[in-house]
């Protein structure tokens, strides 16, 4: 395979999954973990993708660059669904308390497992949240009873922001939080593009007796416009992959618990 060709293949990779592995890759194309580094500097030159510890994730355009809800969905759903429900281990068997749910695909893929896992563990929740999609996902559910929190409906994310809306999850004291995050960095916290999401975030982990972030490995190390919390306010990361030697330094520090899907 030329390297033109395998190139490619790459950003197709990059498309799909948001992040590649040097080490996944050299496996896949039966090349060298040298040749791979090679390629993956080609297209970082070219401006395809950034390169991170042990491989690469998407470029995208700057920090206040955020797809739509509907454009994230099929991004990396394998590894979103993986976070998902190693998240829900948290909630332990016969759970009976409140949670928040924070809009995002990551977010949904707890929601989608939700129900599962309280019926299997024979629990019930009482749910908050203010993003339609997940609201609408969990309306039918007999496990669980469902709050939505209002305020001015944000396309990109369909969810609820302003003041009416951070007013309103500050009335709100739920024993554990899901919180989703565009970027997760050693200096800059959990951070977002847009201002008004970052205002609904810092509520949630304010409000909340325990936060948990859910954040696939494309998103570790980024930095966005907007922080929405330090490290510090984290009880638990949930991802996907380890976290370069940097952020785990911080979040040790932070005293941040890590679980790998």
């Not at 491989?55 to 660059?65: D, I, N, Q």
């Not at 007999?142 to 500050?170: H, M, N, P, Y």
């Not at 919180?179 to 409000?207: H, L, M, Q, W």
Request: charged residues 25%; aromatic residues 4%.
């Amino acid at each position: 395979m030329y390297a033109t060709e395998r190139q490619e293949l790459i950003e197709r990779i990059l498309l799909d999954e948001g992040r590649v592995a040097v080490l996944e890759l050299a496996g896949r194309f039966d090349v060298t973990t040298e040749t791979v580094r090679r390629d993956l500097d080609a297209l970082e030159k070219a401006g395809a993708l950034r390169r991170v510890h042990g491989g690469a994730v998407a470029l995208e355009r700057g920090s206040t660059s955020e797809p739509s809800i509907a454009d994230r969905a099929h991004q990396r759903s394998a590894a979103k669904r993986a976070i998902g429900l190693r998240a829900l281990d948290v909630l332990g068997d016969g759970f009976r308390g409140s949670l928040f749910l924070d809009a995002g695909t990551t977010t949904a893929a707890v929601a989608d497992q939700l129900v599962a896992r309280l019926s299997a563990t024979r629990g019930t929740a009482e749910v908050v949240t203010h993003s339609l999609t997940l609201a609408y996902a969990l309306a039918p559910a007999d496990a669980l009873s469902l709050s939505l929190v209002g305020g001015r409906v944000r396309g990109v994310t369909a969810a609820a922001v302003g003041a009416d809306t951070v007013r309103a999850i500050e009335g709100y004291r739920p024993d554990i939080a899901f919180v989703g995050a565009n970027g997760v960095s050693a200096g800059f916290g959990i951070s977002t593009p847009d201002p008004e999401e970052a205002a609904v975030k810092r509520a949630i982990v304010r409000s909340a007796r325990r936060v948990v972030v859910v954040a696939d490995a494309a998103k570790l190390g980024r930095e966005l416009l907007v922080s929405c919390a330090p490290l510090s306010a984290i009880d638990l990361l949930v991802t996907d992959a380890e976290p370069d030697d940097e952020l785990a330094a911080a979040l040790a520090e932070a005293g941040t618990e890590v679980w790998v899907a």
